[in-house]
């Protein structure tokens, strides 16, 4: 039996809740392990004065105390603009940027260390928001535009306009595995690093580059993390450098894992966002002119920022058709941490904008949002076409939008919405479907490979390394059943093996979704490497033993834990005895399989090209409530449709569009960052920062897919599914618009992301305060 397309268990989902599945810190201390601290920058920004080590090296049981002047290799570092400094040197730029590293006996000798030093700084009036950058034109990056038709003449032409800025915030990724990694001393100078990483190759050469090393030097190994969600795409490597200097400075083990405070603190965030947009339609809500400015913080370093900006400018569409639309993208330099890849990576906050649009265009013509949504959706040529020039092929949006309508009573709920909020003192619903086109491959083309490691022993069992790393998404248990089908054996014979820079070499990080269709590919071809030696040697053997059927390798077959000619299938041969009986003749029972995603190119300069493989896309309805004295918002209802193509593996899909939903949920909803005017996080621990809880979820959740098996250019004729499912809990968000619009009636209802129940409160307080304005008798108001 295929096992594709079964809802296998998660391969550690056992393991997740006995306890028995390891994370960085639950492996054993080996003799001598060293507990590693950091200390951060006091302030935002600022010249450092002095770094006084001195009380912190007398401490007992502290070993070693670091500054970049311990650094041996380049203290410099960044994966697409290398800006970002290991350990602070002259200057630091956010508060909690690491400068001296603490290697201690124990935990607490480190944490004593830690609290010994002392770092002055001179400081410098530190800029913490947008509009700030842009008055110091504080950038990182260049400018990035895609334009497509000519903007101007239409907006100067449309019946209607309407302009405005738009605000989403940041997003904290909330992995309950804080950043960790455990560094082994090899011999002469090598290193082992255990790490929780999305990307264990580029963990390795900034490894090798900080520390001095070859890359051939480091092995850096992943065997899961305990969540991720892009926090760990590039930001894990740096706890892992932490550790790795102190093991190659005392030659131990060393170990660093970061308690939740500190990793709220320093680590990277979702980018906050402001945009001004500008939108001309005409009296159906078609849109025709359409300009948008998006300028997101981006921290102090570079990091991922201008792929995250790049992916924006693609999600400037979302589901809707643009014809004249101007794209403008910029990252603005600033003094908190260096903000980084965050699921969605840039498309929710582009998506966010556009649904914000047409629930502006529906309030101002005084019509339904959804009319809109579907007046403007991709359908056929020539309104098929993205503003990049990519063409939306086999698109079921217009089809997830009739039919999530109907599934979910929208015209029904709507309308006893609206009579409500009509009649009721004290409360209001809102109602809005929204949709998600998500792009699938890495916009910077070289990441889109993969490359796996297939083993068949002796028994018949197999072993797969692939470069994919096991983040809880599922990738492990899918890649598994591609193996187990290749070779028509049960799931419980493959077992996939800890992710390491030894086995799968020059990876790409596991993320932008594709880990199963880079990596799952890359299996798929080893295994088909792999079968080829098998089936001829199988050919062979069924010609010796029936000469009448001299099979050729094609006719060869491997099921049921069989090997057998298909025209003979009675006379089969055990898959393990099969593989010792080829071992014997001296077959390869191995390969490494490698795959590249065909057919992309995009170029930066012109934006214009084919960046995606495929789009999932999707759409879902959200019901809310609010409390008008209060704000207090709540999510009560959610239909969900999507198409994700054939899905290898139903039960864990399922889980990554719920928790895609609800994480999407709690950006738009409760997630608030705060700082202070020093530029310190306020809302660093789960008491101040509101993630959603069990008892958040919807009570009535409904999800459905399309059966889509067209896809046929994607393993399987699966689709990735891991980011898409967020940005539909952009729902909820605008759901709460539009109950506020049933007060606001044709007033602008300037509500920010998230809609926190103090957002939404203060919205309507303007709302009403603004209608009482315009409704007092003008002789009274004089
Ligand atoms: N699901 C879980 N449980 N934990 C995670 O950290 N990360 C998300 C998504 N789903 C994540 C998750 C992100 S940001 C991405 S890009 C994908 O999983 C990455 O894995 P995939 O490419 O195998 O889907
Ligand atoms: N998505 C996620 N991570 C990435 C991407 C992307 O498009 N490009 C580079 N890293
Ligand atoms: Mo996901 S944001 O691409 O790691």
Same mark, same amino acid.
Request: hydrophobic letters at 35%.
């Given at each position: 039996m295929p096992t594709v397309g079964q809802p296998i268990p998660h391969d550690s989902g056992k393991g997740h809740v006995t306890g028995e599945a390891l994370y960085i810190d639950d492996l054993t201390p080996i003799a001598d392990e060293l507990f590693v601290e950091f200390v951060g920058s006091p302030v935002a920004c600022g010249e450092i004065e002095s770094v006084d080590v001195s009380q912190a090296k007398k401490l007992p049981g502290v070993v070693g105390v670091y500054t970049h002047r311990d650094v041996l290799g380049h203290n410099l570092?960044?994966?697409?603009?290398?800006?970002?400094?290991?350990?602070?040197e002259d200057r630091v730029e956010y508060v909690g940027q690491p400068v001296v590293v603490v290697a201690g006996e124990t935990r607490?000798?480190?944490?004593?260390?830690?609290?010994?030093?002392?770092?002055?700084?001179?400081?410098?009036?530190?800029?913490l928001d947008i509009d700030t950058a842009i008055k110091r034109q504080q950038f990182l990056g260049p400018e990035r535009r895609i334009e497509r038709g000519d903007f101007d003449p239409a907006w100067q032409a449309a019946e209607h306009r309407i302009e405005g800025t738009f605000q989403s915030n940041g997003q904290e990724q909330f992995y309950l595995e804080s950043q960790a990694a455990i560094a082994y001393p090899g011999e002469q100078g090598q290193l082992v690093v255990e790490s929780s990483t999305q990307n264990p190759t580029e963990s390795q050469a900034v490894l090798a580059e900080v520390l001095g090393l070859g890359m051939h030097e480091v092995v850096v190994r992943c065997k899961r993390m305990g969540g991720a969600f892009g926090g760990k795409e590039t930001q894990g490597a740096i706890p892992a450098l932490m550790a790795a200097l102190v093991t190659?400075?005392?030659?131990?083990?060393a170990r660093v894992v970061y308690t939740k405070d500190d990793d709220m603190k320093v680590t990277g965030k979702r980018h906050p966002y402001k945009t001004w947009y500008k939108a001309g339609f005409d009296s159906d809500?078609?849109?025709?002119?359409?300009?948008?400015?998006?300028?997101?913080?981006g921290g102090a370093a570079a990091d991922l920022s201008t792929g995250i900006m790049e992916r924006t400018l693609l999600h400037a569409d979302n589901a809707y058709y643009l014809p004249n639309v101007r794209i403008k993208g910029r990252i603005c330099k600033t003094n908190i941490p260096p903000n980084t890849a965050f699921r969605g990576f840039g498309g929710p906050q582009a998506i966010a904008v556009i649904e914000n649009i047409i629930q502006e265009v529906a309030a101002k013509l005084g019509k339904d949002a959804y009319e809109i949504r579907r007046i403007n959706c991709y359908g056929q040529a020539p309104r098929n076409t993205t503003p990049y020039g990519q063409e939306v092929k086999n698109n079921l949006l217009p089809e997830i939008f009739d039919r999530l309508a109907e599934s979910s009573d929208y015209k029904k709920r709507l309308a006893e919405a609206e009579a409500f909020n009509s009649q009721s003192p004290t409360h209001l619903r809102g109602i809005a479907m929204t949709a998600v086109k998500f792009g699938i491959s890495f916009t910077t083309r070289f990441l889109n490979q993969?490359?796996?490691?297939?083993?068949?022993?002796?028994?018949?069992?197999?072993?797969?390394?692939?470069?994919?790393?096991?983040?809880?998404?599922?990738?492990?248990?899918?890649i598994r059943q591609i193996v187990a089908d290749e070779f028509g054996v049960g799931i419980e014979r493959v077992l996939m093996m800890t992710t390491s820079t030894e086995k799968n070499i020059n990876t790409s990080p596991t993320a932008a979704s594709a880990g199963t269709d880079l990596n799952g590919a890359a299996a798929a071809n080893a295994c088909a490497a792999i079968k080829q030696r098998m089936a001829k040697f199988a050919a062979d053997l069924f010609t010796d033993t029936n000469k009448d059927l001299a099979p050729s390798p094609n006719e060869i077959h491997f099921e049921d834990g069989h090997v057998f000619d298909r025209r003979d299938p009675d006379n089969r041969i055990e898959f393990g005895k099969f593989a010792n009986l080829a071992r014997m003749a001296r077959i390869d029972l191995g390969a490494r399989g490698f795959y590249a995603t065909p057919g992309i190119d995009f170029d930066r300069e012109t934006g214009?090209?084919?960046?995606?493989?495929?789009? @999932? #896309?999707?759409?879902? %309805?959200?019901?809310?409530?609010?409390?008008?004295?209060?704000?207090?918002?709540?999510?009560v209802g959610v239909d969900m449709l999507m198409d994700i193509g054939r899905m290898i593996n139903p039960g864990i899909d399922h889980g990554q569009v719920i928790g895609g939903f609800?994480?999407?949920?709690?950006?738009? @909803? #409760?997630?608030?960052? %705060?700082?202070?005017?020093?530029?310190?996080?306020l809302s660093y621990s789960p008491t101040t920062y509101k993630i959603p809880n069990i008892t958040d979820v919807p009570e009535r959740f409904n999800f459905a897919f399309m059966d889509n098996g067209e896809n046929a250019r994607n393993i399987r004729s699966s689709k990735a599914v891991g980011e898409p499912p967020l940005m539909l809990g952009i729902s909820a968000w605008a759901a709460a618009k539009h109950a506020l619009g049933c007060v606001a009636g044709k007033e602008p209802v300037p509500l920010k992301l998230p809609a926190t129940n103090e957002e939404v409160l203060m919205c309507l307080a303007g709302i009403e305060h603004k209608r009482r304005e315009t409704e007092k008798p003008r002789s009274a108001s004089r």
């Amino acid at each position: 039996m295929p096992t594709v397309g079964q809802p296998i268990p998660h391969d550690s989902g056992k393991g997740h809740v006995t306890g028995e599945a390891l994370y960085i810190d639950d492996l054993t201390p080996i003799a001598d392990e060293l507990f590693v601290e950091f200390v951060g920058s006091p302030v935002a920004c600022g010249e450092i004065e002095s770094v006084d080590v001195s009380q912190a090296k007398k401490l007992p049981g502290v070993v070693g105390v670091y500054t970049h002047r311990d650094v041996l290799g380049h203290n410099l570092f960044g994966p697409v603009i290398c800006d970002e400094r290991f350990l602070a040197e002259d200057r630091v730029e956010y508060v909690g940027q690491p400068v001296v590293v603490v290697a201690g006996e124990t935990r607490e000798a480190a944490r004593a260390g830690r609290a010994a030093v002392k770092i002055r700084v001179t400081p410098d009036q530190p800029v913490l928001d947008i509009d700030t950058a842009i008055k110091r034109q504080q950038f990182l990056g260049p400018e990035r535009r895609i334009e497509r038709g000519d903007f101007d003449p239409a907006w100067q032409a449309a019946e209607h306009r309407i302009e405005g800025t738009f605000q989403s915030n940041g997003q904290e990724q909330f992995y309950l595995e804080s950043q960790a990694a455990i560094a082994y001393p090899g011999e002469q100078g090598q290193l082992v690093v255990e790490s929780s990483t999305q990307n264990p190759t580029e963990s390795q050469a900034v490894l090798a580059e900080v520390l001095g090393l070859g890359m051939h030097e480091v092995v850096v190994r992943c065997k899961r993390m305990g969540g991720a969600f892009g926090g760990k795409e590039t930001q894990g490597a740096i706890p892992a450098l932490m550790a790795a200097l102190v093991t190659q400075k005392t030659n131990r083990p060393a170990r660093v894992v970061y308690t939740k405070d500190d990793d709220m603190k320093v680590t990277g965030k979702r980018h906050p966002y402001k945009t001004w947009y500008k939108a001309g339609f005409d009296s159906d809500g078609r849109l025709n002119a359409v300009k948008l400015d998006y300028y997101s913080d981006g921290g102090a370093a570079a990091d991922l920022s201008t792929g995250i900006m790049e992916r924006t400018l693609l999600h400037a569409d979302n589901a809707y058709y643009l014809p004249n639309v101007r794209i403008k993208g910029r990252i603005c330099k600033t003094n908190i941490p260096p903000n980084t890849a965050f699921r969605g990576f840039g498309g929710p906050q582009a998506i966010a904008v556009i649904e914000n649009i047409i629930q502006e265009v529906a309030a101002k013509l005084g019509k339904d949002a959804y009319e809109i949504r579907r007046i403007n959706c991709y359908g056929q040529a020539p309104r098929n076409t993205t503003p990049y020039g990519q063409e939306v092929k086999n698109n079921l949006l217009p089809e997830i939008f009739d039919r999530l309508a109907e599934s979910s009573d929208y015209k029904k709920r709507l309308a006893e919405a609206e009579a409500f909020n009509s009649q009721s003192p004290t409360h209001l619903r809102g109602i809005a479907m929204t949709a998600v086109k998500f792009g699938i491959s890495f916009t910077t083309r070289f990441l889109n490979q993969g490359n796996a490691l297939v083993g068949v022993y002796t028994d018949g069992s197999v072993q797969v390394s692939t470069g994919a790393t096991e983040m809880g998404q599922g990738v492990n248990t899918k890649i598994r059943q591609i193996v187990a089908d290749e070779f028509g054996v049960g799931i419980e014979r493959v077992l996939m093996m800890t992710t390491s820079t030894e086995k799968n070499i020059n990876t790409s990080p596991t993320a932008a979704s594709a880990g199963t269709d880079l990596n799952g590919a890359a299996a798929a071809n080893a295994c088909a490497a792999i079968k080829q030696r098998m089936a001829k040697f199988a050919a062979d053997l069924f010609t010796d033993t029936n000469k009448d059927l001299a099979p050729s390798p094609n006719e060869i077959h491997f099921e049921d834990g069989h090997v057998f000619d298909r025209r003979d299938p009675d006379n089969r041969i055990e898959f393990g005895k099969f593989a010792n009986l080829a071992r014997m003749a001296r077959i390869d029972l191995g390969a490494r399989g490698f795959y590249a995603t065909p057919g992309i190119d995009f170029d930066r300069e012109t934006g214009r090209g084919n960046p995606f493989f495929y789009y @999932t #896309t999707g759409a879902a %309805v959200a019901e809310i409530t609010i409390d008008r004295f209060t704000g207090d918002l709540r999510v009560v209802g959610v239909d969900m449709l999507m198409d994700i193509g054939r899905m290898i593996n139903p039960g864990i899909d399922h889980g990554q569009v719920i928790g895609g939903f609800v994480q999407g949920m709690g950006w738009c @909803t #409760t997630e608030q960052l %705060v700082y202070n005017d020093a530029g310190e996080l306020l809302s660093y621990s789960p008491t101040t920062y509101k993630i959603p809880n069990i008892t958040d979820v919807p009570e009535r959740f409904n999800f459905a897919f399309m059966d889509n098996g067209e896809n046929a250019r994607n393993i399987r004729s699966s689709k990735a599914v891991g980011e898409p499912p967020l940005m539909l809990g952009i729902s909820a968000w605008a759901a709460a618009k539009h109950a506020l619009g049933c007060v606001a009636g044709k007033e602008p209802v300037p509500l920010k992301l998230p809609a926190t129940n103090e957002e939404v409160l203060m919205c309507l307080a303007g709302i009403e305060h603004k209608r009482r304005e315009t409704e007092k008798p003008r002789s009274a108001s004089r």
